[in-house]
T-cell receptor, first 116, second 117 residues
Framework: AQKITQTQPGMFVQEKEAVTLDCTYDTSDPSYGLFWYKQPSSGEMIFLIYQGSYDQQNATEGRYSLNFQKARKSANLVISASQLGDSAMYFCAMRPTHTGGFKTIFGAGTRLFVKA | GAVVSQHPSWVICKSGTSVKIECRSLDFQATTMFWYRQFPKQSLMLMATSNEGSKATYEQGVEKDKFLINHASLTLSTLTVTSAHPEDSSFYIC?????????????FGSGTQLSVL
């Protein structure tokens, strides 16, 4: 079975500091993609970063980086230099490549609060 | 990046009526679209996979007669909530994958907030 687990319902971070949002996953598929999305209060889903299961290096996109530890099945999101506009819900997601027909499943989400 | 347009953004309807939500890929062709449902402060739950030119594939527990999905063209999928009831009130959001982009990410519409009175 495919599963995404985000154990932090809410996180606080001081503006300009870094924060790590945890994500673990479970899949029997040997090939998969891992994603992080941001959902502000407006409801839209904004793609942040992608990591392929066979990628050798951790993905980075600007202030976002993905700490991919395959053996531990974890894909934590690191946001550096937090900004007030980073306050939002963050979802970790996974898409197994060979099973499920392109279906992407999501974790429960973590609400991030950035303090001034 | 690819753009997915979803309409309406919000709708209020009476119990027993049907509501149609449209999802369009504006600058790419999407053979597959996905419909998700999100309750307040919860995650996105996949309802069904919409396949162009064929029947949708529904997730376990989703009533196909209740949530009708039509994907008649490569750029349009519609979700119709039939005989809506208050328990159908939710945030519905569609997504699509652009086959021209290699990293498999989904592009999302802006979502539809449905309130059934």
């Amino acid at each position: 079975a495919q599963k995404i687990t985000q154990t932090q319902p809410g996180m606080f971070v001081q503006e300009k500091e870094a924060v790590t949002l945890d994500c673990t996953y479970d899949t029997s598929d040997p090939s998969y993609g891992l994603f992080w999305y941001k959902q502000p209060s407006s409801g839209e889903m904004i793609f942040l970063i992608y990591q392929g299961s066979y990628d050798q290096q951790n993905a980075t996109e600007g202030r976002y980086s993905l700490n991919f530890q395959k053996a531990r099945k974890s894909a934590n999101l690191v946001i550096s230099a937090s900004q007030l506009g980073d306050s939002a819900m963050y979802f970790c997601a996974m898409r197994p490549t060979h099973t499920g027909g392109f279906k992407t499943i999501f974790g429960a989400g973590t609400r991030l609060f950035v303090k001034a | 990046g690819a753009v997915v347009s979803q309409h309406p953004s919000w709708v209020i309807c009476k119990s027993g009526t049907s509501v149609k939500i449209e999802c369009r890929s504006l600058d790419f062709q999407a053979t597959t679209m996905f419909w998700y449902r999100q309750f307040p402060k919860q995650s996105l739950m996949l309802m069904a996979t919409s396949n162009e030119g064929s029947k949708a594939t529904y997730e376990q527990g989703v009533e196909k007669d209740k949530f009708l999905i039509n994907h008649a063209s490569l750029t349009l999928s519609t979700l119709t909530v039939t005989s809506a009831h208050p328990e159908d009130s939710s945030f519905y959001i569609c997504s699509a994958r652009d086959p021209g982009q290699g990293d498999e990410k989904l592009f999302f519409g802006s979502g539809t907030q449905l309130s059934v009175l």
